[in-house]
Structure formats: C-alpha cells, structure tokens
C-alpha cells in the first residue's frame, strides 16, 4: 500500500479518535456552559446525534437559566434534521407550551405540523396523524394571522387534505372492486351501495378536490352495476337513477375519456326504463 494513502487514513483515525475523545470528555464535564456551547457547535456543524445526545441533559439542568429556551428549541430542530419526526413534534409542542410567547414560538408551532406532517403515511394506511398535521397547521394559521411560513403552511394544508381524499377514493374503489362479495356486507346492503354513499360523502366533505369526476365516476359506475344485480321489483327505479346519473356525469363532464361508458350505460338503461 502507498506510503501516503497509509499516513493519510492514519490521520483521519487520529482525527476521529481526538473528535470522540473531545466529545466524551464533553459529555462528562460539569461545565453546563461548555457542553450549551458545544452542543451548538455540533448543531451547527450538521452533527444532531451529538447535538441532541448533550441537549436532552441541558434542557433539564438548565431550567430557569438563560440559555434553557434555546436549548429546548435546538434540542427539537436537531430531532427534526435528523428526522425523528414523532420526538420532534413532541418537543416543539414542550416549547409552545413552556415559552408561549418564547423567541422560537411562531416558528416551534409551524414545526409542530411540520413534523407531523413528514410522518404522515401513504393515502391508503390509517390517516390520524394526517388530521393531527391539520390540526397542528390550523392552529399556527389561527394564532399567526401574519404567520412567516403562512404560505407553506397553506401548502401542506391542501397536501395533506389530498391525502384524505385519496383515502376516501381508495375505500369507495375498493368497495366498488368487491362488487357482489357479500362477505363484508351487513344489514342486507350491498358493496356498489357502499361505495356510492363514500363517494357522495367524500364529495360533500371536500366539494373542489381535483379528485371530483373519479368519485362520480364510481357513483355512475356503482349505480348502474346495482341496476344489473337487482330484483326485478327494483330493476326499474334503479335503471331510472343510473341512468339520471349518467346524464349528469355527462353534463358536469362533457369531455370525460369515460364519456363512452356513460353513453353506453344510458343505452342499456333505457331498455329497462319506461315513461
């Protein structure tokens, strides 16, 4: 091996064994004031494990003392950058609450939906922590009528509001998917029957969602599969609704790709449909 690559991978352990050593010797120290300066340091410098590892003690020590707010504060942007969302927004809502009227409190309260935002899951698990996120984001917009971050926060509000409607999108989809499975059915109702009121709901909940012509989609599509599965003794009124649904999804979408099936849905019903 090169003589150089040799001394230069000696002095990079020596490097990483002074910056350990300093670290420990840190940690163990009484100087509250040396380990607050460090701990910044180690903020700034981008290294939050160790930022974080020293601020956890701090925050306890230094209750009442200058530097105790700050040190709150970084303690649970250190948690954010180093993406432990759930303890982050666990410490910017200590902030509000200990420093309402804190240095840090307009921002503490837009990181409390920040967090929560980033640990919201995908459209199709469990969505709570989406409604804490608006929750959380209402809140900042409420108190901080001239917020900084009113913009972003506005943002995440109409991305986390999607979130829910494809939530509902993808349970009325699903509900439609089952069809004539009755394994999950009760009180006699039906899958299409389902997936008609969460699409209507859906649409009643959030009436400019971009996702409007998928929910009436399923609401045309759910109809007129009820139609066909239904006893002669309701093949009429059922034909007749699928078939006003229709007309409407044409007129409210008149250049649909799915303007065919709509079409052709109307055709059928009219055989059964009688004036």
């Given at each position: 091996?090169?003589?150089?690559i040799?001394?230069s991978?000696?002095?990079?352990?020596l490097?990483?064994?002074?910056?350990?050593?300093?670290?420990?010797?840190i940690?163990?120290?009484?100087?509250n004031?040396l380990?607050?300066?460090?701990?910044?340091?180690?903020?700034?410098r981008?290294?939050?494990v160790?930022?974080?590892?020293?601020?956890?003690?701090?925050?306890?020590?230094?209750?009442g003392?200058d530097?105790?707010?700050?040190?709150?504060?970084?303690?649970?942007?250190a948690?954010?950058?180093?993406?432990?969302?759930?303890t982050?927004a666990?410490?910017?809502k200590?902030?509000?609450?200990t420093?309402?009227?804190?240095v840090y409190?307009?921002?503490?309260?837009?990181?409390?939906?920040e967090?929560?935002?980033?640990?919201?899951?995908e459209?199709r698990?469990?969505?709570?922590?989406?409604?804490?996120?608006?929750?959380a984001?209402?809140?900042?917009l409420?108190?901080?009528?001239d917020?900084?971050?009113?913009?972003?926060?506005?943002?995440?509000?109409?991305?986390?509001q999607?979130?829910l409607?494809?939530?509902?999108?993808?349970?009325?989809?699903?509900y439609?998917?089952?069809g004539?499975?009755?394994?999950?059915?009760?009180?006699?109702?039906?899958?299409?029957?389902?997936?008609?009121?969460t699409?209507?709901?859906?649409?009643?909940d959030?009436?400019?969602t971009?996702?409007?012509?998928d929910?009436?989609?399923?609401?045309?599509?759910?109809?007129?599969e009820?139609?066909?599965?239904?006893?002669?003794?309701?093949?009429?009124d059922?034909?007749r609704?699928?078939?006003?649904?229709?007309?409407?999804?044409i007129?409210?979408?008149?250049?649909?790709k799915?303007?065919?099936?709509a079409?052709?849905?109307?055709?059928?019903?009219?055989?059964?449909?009688?004036?």
């Amino acid at each position: 091996m090169n003589k150089k690559i040799i001394f230069s991978m000696t002095g990079v352990a020596l490097m990483f064994t002074s910056c350990v050593n300093q670290f420990n010797q840190i940690y163990k120290s009484s100087d509250n004031d040396l380990k607050y300066e460090y701990a910044k340091e180690c903020y700034l410098r981008g290294k939050y494990v160790k930022a974080t590892t020293l601020l956890q003690e701090l925050v306890t020590i230094q209750k009442g003392t200058d530097n105790a707010e700050e040190s709150l504060y970084m303690l649970a942007m250190a948690e954010f950058k180093n993406k432990d969302y759930e303890t982050a927004a666990e410490y910017f809502k200590k902030y509000v609450k200990t420093y309402p009227k804190g240095v840090y409190a307009e921002l503490a309260s837009y990181y409390i939906g920040e967090s929560l935002y980033m640990s919201t899951p995908e459209p199709r698990l469990d969505q709570t922590e989406t409604v804490n996120a608006i929750s959380a984001f209402q809140d900042y917009l409420d108190l901080y009528q001239d917020a900084k971050k009113k913009t972003e926060a506005q943002n995440r509000l109409f991305a986390l509001q999607d979130k829910l409607v494809k939530k509902e999108l993808y349970s009325a989809q699903l509900y439609y998917n089952l069809g004539t499975y009755f394994g999950n059915c009760t009180s006699g109702g039906s899958n299409y029957e389902a997936c008609i009121i969460t699409a209507q709901n859906a649409l009643k909940d959030y009436p400019y969602t971009s996702m409007r012509e998928d929910f009436a989609k399923l609401v045309m599509k759910s109809k007129f599969e009820l139609a066909q599965q239904s006893v002669d003794s309701k093949k009429m009124d059922r034909y007749r609704d699928a078939e006003d649904e229709c007309y409407g999804f044409i007129n409210e979408y008149p250049d649909s790709k799915d303007r065919g099936l709509a079409e052709k849905y109307i055709e059928t019903c009219k055989k059964y449909v009688k004036d």
